[in-house]
C-alpha cells in the first residue's frame, strides 16, 4: 500500500442492461437473463440498444439536453453517476480541480439530411455542388458541437463542472485503455490527485454500425455469445450503446475524504501488436506478463468483441492459463467501443467490491469460479488494432 | 553544466527536432522565410466548388499528392512529412524512433464521395440502412481505415517504429498543444527518454467548412484571400479554415546532452484550465484562460516577468481575441503593453488541431532565429486591445522565454511555455 496506489471510488454504468451498479450486478449475476438483443433494428445485423433513460436524472437543464445527441447523453450520464457515487457531484472544489480524460470516437450525424442529399443526387450531376447547397441549408448549426469528440468531455465539464483539465482520446477501445492508461499514470506520479475516466458508444444509428462494417466485422444471422462466433456468418461483433465511467483517486485523497474504496488499480499495460505480422498471440502475453496477475485463481472480465482474430488470440490465452476464468461482458451488453475498457474495470471493481464472480455467460466456454475475487484481470483487444489490460485488485 | 532536473526534479524536456508543413510550404526553412516575410498562405478555394458559400478562401496544403484524397489520407501526409523532418534533425533512425507517439489530429468521418459510391452500389431502392447494406461488399481497406479514429496513428507508428500503444487525441483548437503536453508528461514521469509529438490537420473540406460558417466562426471577408485573416484589428470578421502540421521531438535534456544532440529549446512548461460556461464561448470573465497561462507558468517555475513573447492563439474572431487580450492583460498587468504579442494566423490561418503544434514550432524558431514574426493584415487597429502585435513587420528581437497560448471549442485551454536555454 501507498499513498499514490490507483483507488476506484465511483462507478457510472450505463448499457443495455440498465443503469446503475446495482442493476448491473443484478442482471449480470441472474441465473436466466432476458437478453437484450435486438435484430430487428438493422437486419442482418443485432445490437444491444439503450433502455428507456430519463436524462433529466443527471442533465437536468433542458438547455443542455438540446445540444446533445443521445451519445453525448449517454457519456454525460455515465459521468454524473459516478461523480454521484463518488460523492463528488456538488463538489465544486474538487470538481474544480478533477482532471478529466475522455475516450470519444464521433457523434450521430443527421441521418435525413444525409440520406436526402443521396437521394438527390440521383437527379443531379454536380454532387459537390448539391452538397453545398443542401448542407448550408439543411444541417442544424449546433448539430456540429453534438458531433465532435471533445465535446462529450465539453457537455461533462459544464453539466458537471468537472474543470481540473480535459482530454479527450480517440482511437476506438485503444483510446479507452490509454485513458486509463495515462489517468493512473498521472495520479501514481502525483500529476494529478482525483480523475474522472472513461467514454461511451451509441450504436443506435447506421454509420455507427458502418465503421465495423466497412471492413467486415459485424454478426450477420443469428445471435451467438462472444465465444462461439467463429464460425457464425459474418465478423463477430455485435454491437452495443453503453457507457462507463470511473473516478480515480490516489489513496491518500480517498482515505482523507472518507470514502469508500472500491478496488485499486494495479499495473495497466497497453500495446500495439503488429497483427499483419502475426504477433497478436506473443504481444497479448506479453501484456499479461506485465500486469502481474497473482497465482490462484483469477477472474478475468473479457472485453471481447466477439472480431474472428482477435477473440481466438484472447481466448487462446486466457484458456491456456488454468487459473484465469472468463467472463465476455459482451455477450450481454454488446461491444462498446471507446467504452469497452472502462466498462471492464468497472465490472472486475464491483465482483471484487461485492465478493463474488458473475456466472458464466456461456456456459459452454467459460468455466465456474467459486470464491471471493481478490483480483480481477480486465481486457480490452481491439476488433482490429490497439490491445490493453489491467490488474484490479481488492483495496487492502 | 545545465541543470537535468527542473525547479520540481522532474527532468527537463528539450526539443532536438521540428517539422512542419502549412500552406506556406513543406518545411522548417521555407515556413520560416516565409512567415518571416509577412506573407500569407491563404488562397482562393480550388478543393472543391465555393458555389453558395459565404467563405471563399482558406489556407488549404494543396501541394502534397493526398491534397485531394481526402481529410485522413491528406492528415497522415502532413503528419508523415512533418515527423520525417523533426525526426531526421534529432538524428534518430526514421524507421525505428524508440519512443512514444502522441499524435493530434482531426476526428475522422466516412468522407462524402465514400458515401456516395456506397449508396450507388447498394441494392435497395429506399432505406435508411441502405449505405450500410452494401459496406461489407466495398472491399476497400483505406476506406474502412479512414472511419478508424486509430488509424492515422497506428500508420505513423508502423512507419516510424513509435513504441506502445500510439495516443490519438482531441481537445478541439487546443490539440497540438497537448500532444505536446502528454509527450513532457510522459518524459517528466521517466516512462520514456523522448516522445514525438505531431499536430496534422488535412480536414479542410466542404462539409467541415460549413460547419463552420453555421456557427458564425468563419471570416466572409470577399477582399483579396491573403487580407481576411486580420487578428486584433477593429474589423476582423472570424478565422480562416485551414490545414497544416507539425512534429516535435521531444527529449530529456540528459539523453541529448549524452548523445551531443543539438538543443533547439526547452519545454519549460505546460498548462491548462477547462471551462464550464459554454460550448463555443468563454466565460465572461476570461478564468479559465487566465488560470491556463497561470498554470503554465507555474509548472515553468517562471514568474510574469520572465516572459519576453507570447505567440498568440489570436484566431482572428471577434470573441477570441477580446478574451485572449482579456486574460493577457490581466495575467500580466500594465507590463502587457511592452511584451511582443503576435498571431502566425494572420498568415497562416488557423490549422484546428495542428494550430499548437504548429504555433510551439514557430515559437521555439522564433527564440532561436532571433525574430518574431509578424501579425500581418494589421491596418486597423481595435482600441480595446491594447497589445504591441509586432505589426504588419517582423521584428529581429532576443526572445528568451515564449508562452504559447491555445483554446478551442468544448472549454478547452492549454497554454506552453517554451525557453531558449537550458538554466
Known amino acids: ?396 | 553544466m545545465a541543470n537535468l532536473k527542473d525547479h520540481l526534479g522532474r527532468p527537463v524536456v528539450a526539443v532536438t527536432g521540428i517539422g512542419v508543413v502549412t500552406s506556406l510550404g513543406i518545411g522548417k526553412a521555407d515556413n520560416w522565410a516565409a512567415l518571416t516575410s509577412g506573407q500569407s498562405g491563404i488562397h482562393p478555394i480550388t478543393r472543391f466548388p465555393i458555389d453558395h458559400l459565404n467563405t471563399q478562401m482558406a489556407g488549404t496544403v494543396d501541394f502534397l499528392e493526398s491534397s485531394s484524397k481526402g481529410a485522413a489520407a491528406l492528415t497522415y501526409e502532413l503528419a508523415e512529412s512533418a515527423a520525417r523532418e523533426a525526426i531526421e534533425e534529432a538524428g534518430f533512425n526514421e524507421d525505428d524512433f524508440g519512443g512514444p507517439l502522441f499524435l493530434a489530429s482531426p476526428p475522422v468521418e466516412l468522407d462524402w464521395h465514400d458515401r456516395l459510391a456506397l449508396f450507388e452500389a447498394a441494392d435497395e431502392e429506399t432505406s435508411n440502412n441502405r449505405v450500410l447494406s452494401a459496406a461489407r461488399r466495398l472491399n476497400s481497406p483505406e476506406v474502412f481505415e479512414s472511419t478508424q479514429f486509430g488509424s492515422i496513428a497506428d500508420r505513423l507508428a508502423e512507419t516510424f517504429g513509435t513504441t506502445g500503444l500510439p495516443i490519438t487525441l482531441s481537445t478541439a483548437c487546443a490539440s497540438g498543444a497537448t500532444a505536446i503536453q502528454l509527450g513532457v508528461e510522459a518524459i517528466r514521469r521517466g516512462e520514456c527518454e523522448r516522445a514525438l509529438a505531431i499536430g496534422a490537420d488535412g480536414s479542410a473540406t466542404a462539409e467541415a467548412l460549413i460547419r463552420f460558417s453555421l456557427l458564425s466562426a468563419l471570416s466572409t471577408n470577399s477582399g483579396p484571400p491573403s487580407k481576411a485573416s486580420k487578428p486584433f484589428s477593429k474589423d476582423r470578421d472570424g478565422f480562416v479554415l485551414a490545414e497544416g502540421s507539425a512534429a516535435l521531438v521531444l527529449e530529456s535534456l540528459e539523453s541529448a546532452l549524452a548523445r551531443g544532440a543539438e538543443v533547439l529549446g526547452i519545454l519549460r512548461g505546460c498548462g491548462e484550465k477547462s471551462d464550464d460556461f459554454h460550448r463555443t464561448r468563454s466565460k465572461p470573465d476570461g478564468s479559465p484562460a487566465i488560470g491556463a497561462v497561470k498554470a503554465a507558468l507555474a509548472d515553468a517555475g517562471l514568474s510574469e516577468d520572465e516572459i519576453g513573447y507570447v505567440n498568440a492563439h489570436g484566431t482572428s474572431t471577434p470573441e477570441n481575441d477580446k478574451m485572449e487580450y482579456l486574460s493577457l492583460s490581466t495575467v500580466f498587468g500594465e507590463r502587457i503593453k511592452s511584451i511582443p504579442v503576435s498571431s502566425n494566423k494572420s498568415m497562416i490561418g488557423h490549422t484546428l488541431s495542428a494550430a499548437g503544434a504548429i504555433e510551439a514550432a514557430f515559437s521555439l524558431m522564433t527564440m532561436r532565429e532571433g525574430v518574431i514574426p509578424p501579425t500581418i493584415n494589421y491596418d486597423n487597429p481595435d482600441p480595446a486591445i491594447d497589445l504591441d502585435v509586432v505589426p504588419n513587420v517582423k521584428r529581429v528581437a532576443q526572445v528568451n522565454t515564449v508562452l504559447s497560448n491555445s483554446f478551442g471549442f468544448g472549454g478547452q485551454n492549454t497554454c506552453l511555455v517554451m525557453a531558449r536555454e537550458p538554466v
Not at chain 1, 37 to 45: A, K, L, Q, W
Not at chain 1, 195 to 200: D, E, F, N
Not at chain 1, 272 to 278: D, I, L, N, P, V
Not at chain 1, 348 to 354: F, G, K, P, Q, S
Open chain 1, 1 to 396: 500500500m501507498a499513498p499514490r496506489d490507483v483507488v476506484i471510488t465511483g462507478i457510472g454504468l450505463v448499457s443495455s442492461l440498465g443503469e446503475g451498479n446495482d442493476a448491473h450486478w443484478e442482471k449480470l449475476t441472474a441465473e436466466d437473463p432476458a437478453s437484450t438483443v435486438n435484430s430487428e433494428r438493422f437486419p442482418p445485423y443485432s445490437i444491444h440498444p439503450l433502455p428507456e433513460i430519463d436524462w433529466s436524472l443527471q442533465i437536468p437543464k433542458r438547455g443542455d439536453l438540446r445540444q446533445m445527441e443521445t451519445w453525448q447523453r449517454l457519456g454525460t450520464y455515465a459521468a454524473g453517476l459516478a461523480l454521484d457515487d463518488a460523492g463528488l457531484k456538488g463538489d465544486e472544489a474538487l470538481c474544480s480541480t478533477m482532471d478529466l480524460v475522455v475516450a470519444a470516437g464521433g457523434g450521430e450525424r443527421d441521418g435525413n439530411v444525409d440520406m436526402a442529399i443521396l437521394e438527390a443526387s440521383t437527379q443531379r450531376k454536380d454532387f459537390d455542388v448539391l452538397l453545398n447547397e443542401k448542407l448550408t441549408t439543411e444541417l442544424r448549426p449546433t448539430l456540429f458541437l453534438a458531433q465532435l469528440s471533445n465535446l462529450l468531455a465539453g457537455n461533462i465539464s459544464i453539466v458537471h463542472k468537472v474543470t481540473g483539465s480535459s482530454r479527450t482520446f480517440m482511437g476506438e477501445e485503444g483510446a479507452g485503455v490509454s485513458a486509463v492508461e495515462t489517468a493512473a499514470a498521472r495520479i501514481r506520479s502525483g500529476q494529478s490527485t482525483h480523475m474522472l475516466v472513461g467514454g461511451a458508444f451509441q450504436t443506435d444509428h447506421p454509420d455507427m454500425l458502418l465503421t465495423y462494417e466497412l471492413n467486415g466485422y459485424l454478426l450477420r444471422g443469428p445471435w451467438q455469445p462472444v465465444w462461439q462466433r467463429q464460425k457464425s456468418e459474418g465478423g463477430g461483433v455485435v454491437t452495443g450503446s453503453g457507457g462507463a465511467f470511473l473516478v480515480l483517486e490516489s489513496r491518500e485523497h480517498a482515505e482523507q475524504r472518507g470514502r469508500k474504496i472500491y478496488a485499486s488499480i494495479g499495473p495497466v499495460a497497453s500495446g500495439r501488436a503488429r497483427r499483419s505480422r502475426g504477433e497478436l498471440a506473443s504481444a497479448l502475453s506479453e501484456l499479461l506478463d506485465k500486469v502481474a496477475v497473482p497465482s490462484g485463481p483469477v477472474l478475468a472480465i473479457s472485453g471481447a468483441s466477439g472480431a474472428h482474430a482477435a477473440t481466438e488470440a484472447e481466448k487462446a490465452l486466457i484458456d491456456g492459463n488454468d487459473a484465469l476464468a472468463k467472463r465476455a461482458f459482451s455477450s450481454r451488453t454488446g461491444h462498446l467501443k471507446e467504452a469497452q475498457f472502462p466498462f471492464a474495470i468497472a465490472l472486475a471493481a464491483l465482483a471484487i467490491d461485492r465478493g463474488a464472480a458473475y456466472p458464466s455467460f456461456d456456459a459452454d466456454s467459460e468455466k465456474p469460479f467459486t470464491g471471493k475475487p481478490q483480483a480481477a484481470l480486465a481486457t480490452a483487444v481491439g476488433y482490429h488494432q490497439f490491445e490493453g489490460m489491467a490488474l484490479v485488485t481488492a483495496p487492502a
